[in-house]
């Protein structure tokens, strides 16, 4: 899929706009007035990188996000918006809700990639096509035909330690996978901020996005088989 | 504006508790007899009066019709929830067709948040006579893993209670904001709240910045039916069926013997924390007695179950929390039931560490929510409460199937927001299911509300309404939609699956200023009584005082007469009438003060102790 115009090459790429108390000129984005420490609305169009005031870079600090939505929390929380008017106390609680949100999405690498995804329009979340990439075709065949024979011989009775230990294998085999796929993942997250950095063109970009999709198919494909496993397996 | 005050409304019992200006420390706030426990029980007497309290507790034995205990079970929930609970409790449920619970007391009936909201105004009047002044604003605490109609229910007992709601907090958190405070601990904490109805798990993180604490709670895990109540029903089934086996009598779950055998089990229940025995005596008339020894291994082979049912949640809180057990530096107990060697012991071993009890596990909830209200009123900002929702919220998709929106355990406030479409041609309405659960189906997860999205007739798939779904610092969810094309905010009518609709909330609002005026004018009466009584005493002893020799016999008489009067209307209940009594007392003990006062001093000039007159 093309890349929408959406895409910003800055972070800064939401308009400033006035102050509703005020009226000062408040930068795109900012949670509060520079001039009148109002609260400000939030505003569409901001992704949940530049709420923290991050690049929208993959690779992120853990402790310094968790430091930063600490900070904000101070900030943001409805606790400190008792004694306001309803309509900051509303801004609060969409401010606030905001930053959970991002920081929840944020926390996660994969969440970070899938976020990007989505915001720079390459990949609506949830709409993963769960169809099995070709090179496992196979795998995933096999794997179906043993989970089946698992559960005639529990339905039956018949002896079920065989076919658990080759279930098992399978366990460790797809678990394996997972794991590669999520060292793709990383490796591709630094390319990208590589990249970012280098100001590379939009084809090098596109590239890496489109990339980034295939690997998050792939990923909820046989995350979804290890926890298909995991749950016969746990029965 | 009043005062704030912080409330625990248990299942069992219920406390007040307050933020002293002074110390900053919380504190419990005491009845007239002097306990700060108020039993979660309600009667209502043969006037339609409401009882709450011991003065209703008494009443459980006697008039179990009238009478109501544990009602948090039925909080947010509809009849056909509750059929499992009918079994083992005696809830007079009305049977008039609708979901709504309405439960018989007397000859009236109420609904659970009516009857919540006897229990907290009974708490504000305590608090109310502590200060001397209003209260009208109040933290209130639930369960951690209560869904949104419970927390919704809890907020409207509030509201008919005459409080206004500053925030519902969930019990665990407000037991870590109170341990936290007293002992300024970092790091990982779990709370383990065993109460009367309800179990709680609660995985937090507690945290120093520059700002100040911060007390972040990582996972939350419970059961809304499980607790000491419980354990009461396992004693009970076994003693019931014991009786049954020996005396060939069959109690009635729902009648009034059980309640006095009831009694006598938890009494013993709770001998057995520190004995390794406990007797029972329990009269069946001519039958003969059940007298009957419980020993401490007896009673833990009996529980064991029950209390094993409460590891499930905590092992699921903790691989949410992503954390093992070894890694939890602090346990904190809550809850009476955490009083028992037994759940002392499972915990204990399960996490490998001594776990805390400096603080009463009864009363450090409320006093967790009075530092929440302090937080509140007082603007001190050197704490914040970071909770979490405890159940995924989603909607129902095609085929029945749940489409997460907003995962368990995510930090609130939080949102989410998704796009609706029109799925036929000219379809001008689109139903939409918001359900809280973890399983895949809509039929297996809790419906929370639906409402519907009214868009203009056209082709399908054209329309685009984006709604906004926010779970607010309460736990309660708000929705929000707007017509993408004309960017038009749509007001959505929500319609909660289960509870009170406003209408029904106002009705109920009017009827509640009834009994408001009621406790009203009760408090004046006993006031009024309390004043008159020490008067007529003082009047007594100022008579047979030396002083009063000088007093004439028509003075005397015209005072025993305003005494006699005064009398007369205590004994009734017309408050304004014994007030002016007691002013036509004082006035016609007016001149026999004084010359008991000129006797004194005159006696204290002549070296004679002052204290040997009067008082």
């Given at each position: 899929m093309a890349i929408t115009q959406r895409q910003q090459k800055t972070v800064e790429g939401v308009p400033a706009a006035a102050c509703w108390n005020c009226k000062a000129s408040v930068p795109g984005g900012a949670h509060f007035c520079g001039t009148c420490a109002k609260i400000q609305p939030v505003t569409p169009g901001a992704d949940y990188f530049s709420f923290f005031e991050l690049p929208r870079k993959l690779t992120i600090d853990p402790g310094m996000l968790e430091g930063k939505f600490h900070m904000l929390s101070w900030k943001l929380h409805p606790d400190n918006f008792v004694r306001a008017t309803e309509f900051e106390r509303n801004l609060s609680l969409q401010r606030s809700s905001e930053l959970n949100d991002a920081f929840r999405t944020l926390r996660e690498p994969v969440g970070r990639v899938e976020y990007l995804l989505d915001f720079l329009g390459v990949r609506k979340e949830g709409t993963t096509k769960q169809q099995a990439p070709p090179e496992l075709l196979e795998e995933v065949f096999e794997l179906n035909e043993s989970l089946d024979e698992l559960r005639d011989a529990r339905a039956s009775g018949g002896d079920i330690a065989a076919l658990r230990t080759k279930l098992e294998a399978a366990q460790k085999h797809f678990q394996g996978l997972l794991a590669e796929v999520d060292a793709d993942l990383a490796a591709i997250a630094r390319d990208w901020d590589a990249v970012l950095d280098a100001n590379a063109g939009d084809a090098t970009r596109s590239a890496l996005l489109a990339k980034m999709s295939d690997l998050l198919n792939r990923r909820a494909y046989i995350r979804n088989l290890v926890a298909g496993v995991n749950a016969e397996m746990a029965a | 504006m009043g005062r704030v005050v912080g409330i625990d409304l248990g299942t069992t019992f219920s406390l007040i508790a307050y933020t002293d200006a002074q110390t900053g420390e919380p504190k419990c706030i005491a009845g007239s007899n002097g306990s700060v426990q108020c039993p979660s029980i309600v009667s209502v007497d043969e006037n339609g009066k409401i009882l709450v309290g011991d003065a209703a507790r008494a009443r459980l034995t006697t008039n179990p019709d009238r009478t109501i205990y544990s009602v948090k079970r039925l909080m947010g929930r509809g009849v056909a929830d509750v059929q499992d609970e009918l079994k083992i409790f005696p809830f007079r449920i009305e049977p008039d067709g609708s979901n709504v619970i309405h439960v018989r007391l007397g000859e009236k009936t109420f609904t659970p948040p009516e009857i919540s909201s006897f229990i907290l105004r009974e708490l504000k009047s305590w608090a109310e006579a502590h200060f001397g002044e209003p209260v009208d604003r109040a933290v209130i605490t639930v369960p951690a893993y209560f869904n949104d109609a419970q927390r919704q229910a809890t907020k409207d007992a509030g509201r008919l209670a005459g409080l206004e709601v500053l925030r519902l907090v969930n019990e665990p958190t407000a037991a870590a904001l109170a341990y936290g405070l007293h002992k300024r601990k970092r790091g990982y904490v779990a709370v383990y709240d065993f109460g009367g109805g309800t179990f709680d798990i609660s995985i937090l993180k507690l945290i120093s910045t520059s700002e100040g604490d911060i007390y972040q709670v990582l996972a939350t895990n419970g059961d809304t039916h499980l607790g000491g109540d419980d354990l009461d029903n396992a004693l009970m089934d076994l003693a019931r069926k014991e009786i049954e086996k020996k005396f060939g009598v069959a109690l009635d779950p729902q009648g009034e013997q059980v309640q006095t055998l009831r009694k006598a089990l938890i009494q013993a229940k709770h001998e057995l924390s520190s004995t390794d025995s406990a007797t029972i005596k329990y009269s069946l008339g001519a039958k003969g007695t059940y007298d009957r020894i419980f020993t401490r291994a007896e009673f833990d082979a009996l529980i064991t179950p029950i209390v094993a049912r409460t590891m499930a949640p905590v092992k699921l809180a903790l691989a949410d929390a992503k954390l093992a057990p070894k890694d939890i530096e602090e346990v904190v107990l809550v809850g009476g039931s955490t009083r028992i060697p037994l759940v002392r012991k499972t915990v204990a071993d399960y996490f490998g560490r001594a776990p805390h009890t400096e603080l009463d596990p009864d009363q450090v909830v409320a006093l967790g929510a009075a530092v929440q209200a302090d937080i509140l009123e007082s603007g001190v900002k050197t704490m914040l409460l970071l909770d979490v929702t405890p159940l995924s919220l989603g909607i129902e998709t095609m085929g029945g199937v749940i489409a997460k929106i907003i995962p368990r355990n995510s930090t609130i406030p939080a949102s989410a927001e998704e796009l609706f479409t029109t799925g036929v041609d000219n379809q001008t309405a689109i139903d939409v299911h918001v359900l809280q659960g973890e399983r895949e189906l809509a039929k297996d997860c809790r419906s929370l509300a639906r409402f519907q999205l009214k868009t203009p007739p056209g082709p399908a798939g054209l329309a685009r309404i984006e709604v906004k779904f926010l779970i607010d610092a309460n736990g309660i969810l708000q929705v929000g939609a707007k017509?993408?094309?004309?960017?038009e905010q749509h007001v959505v009518e929500v319609q909660p699956s289960y509870g009170l609709g406003d209408a029904d909330i106002e009705k109920m609002l009017e009827e509640s200023i009834e009994f408001a005026e009621q406790d009203f004018a009760d408090r004046q009466v006993i006031e009024a009584r309390t004043e008159a009584e020490s008067i007529l005493v003082a009047t007594e002893k100022a008579l047979r005082d030396t002083g009063a020799a000088g007093i004439d016999a028509d003075e005397r008489t015209s005072i025993q007469k305003s005494a006699a009067d005064l009398r007369a209307a205590i004994a009734g209940t017309d408050y304004k009438l014994m007030r002016t009594r007691i002013d036509e007392l004082n006035a016609a003990t007016n001149h026999l003060a004084e010359t008991l006062m000129n006797g004194a001093l005159q006696t204290a000039f002549e070296g004679k102790r002052l204290d040997d007159v009067g008082d």
């Open positions: - | 017509d993408l094309r004309t960017q």
